[in-house]
């Protein structure tokens, strides 16, 4: 007695086409995650809560009010720019205390996220790139912009560069969000600057606080995110 079988299925050549379409699509997805995991970790996962976020964007505009204000070596503190010192060492190192914020905004402390006035200094115009004069100069030095822009949100900072290295997450530079912060050298112990996103810096050099394309010699391996 012989056995019943069903007929075999032959596919159209339209359906073995699709079906080749599909997993070809399947594969190029693939190949295009393999080739960009940088994007797909900063679009996709690195992400912020929306209140932490406001902090960061109040963050931001603190700093931005300052363009133009001039560099002050040891210059700048919570309230804003001050007179520089004139000394052989770092004036910044004894704070080590700081409040970095791994995963909320216990206390936050900002009005209304409005943009901060600019910079009110004595005979100084607020506009970029102000040449830093001689002496007897009321500004920021590289820390002191990073601990004004910070204080906005009720974060304290160290006010060294070297000291806000140890403080806050580690994240690669292909994980950067706005707000975190670029070291420059050993430890970050030579500068220190905000990435404000866009491939977009803001840091005080000789010609002030300033806006420019990030800078990566000399750039620490990791960057430092404060408020996450």
């Keep these: ?13 339209n359906e073995l086409t699709l079906a080749m379409r599909s997993f070809c699509a399947f594969v190029l997805g693939l190949a295009m995650l393999a080739v960009s995991p940088g ?3 900063a679009d996709t996962f690195n992400t912020r809560p929306a209140r932490n976020q406001q902090a960061v964007d109040y963050v931001i505009a603190r700093a931005l009010s300052q363009r133009g204000v001039p560099f002050a070596y040891g210059g700048g503190d919570a309230n804003g720019p001050t007179l520089g010192v004139v000394r052989e060492t770092p ?8 409040n970095p914020i791994p995963g909320g905004v216990p206390g936050l402390n900002f009005p209304g996220l409005a943009p901060p006035a600019a910079a009110t200094v004595p005979g100084m115009p607020a506009s970029p790139a102000v040449p830093a004069p001689a002496a007897n100069v009321v500004g920021f030095d ?3 912009i990073i601990v004004y822009a910070f204080a906005g949100v009720g974060v304290k900072l160290p006010r060294s560069s070297g000291e806000m290295y140890k403080v806050g997450q580690k994240v ?3 994980q950067a969000l706005p707000g975190d912060l670029i070291f420059f050298g ?25 806006v420019s394309p990030v800078r990566t010699a000399g750039m620490t391996p990791y960057l430092v995110r404060i408020i996450a």
């Design 172 to 174: 690669l530079p292909a």
């Design 91 to 98: 004036p910044d190192a004894a704070d080590p205390v700081a």
């Design 142 to 144: 590289a820390s002191g």
């Design 186 to 210: 050993p430890e970050g112990t030579q500068s220190v600057a905000l990435f404000v996103g866009n491939g977009q810096m803001l840091e005080t050099g000789d010609s002030g606080v300033t």
């Design 1 to 13: 007695m012989g056995v019943n079988s069903a007929p075999m299925y032959v596919p159209s050549g």
């Design 39 to 41: 994007v797909a970790s």
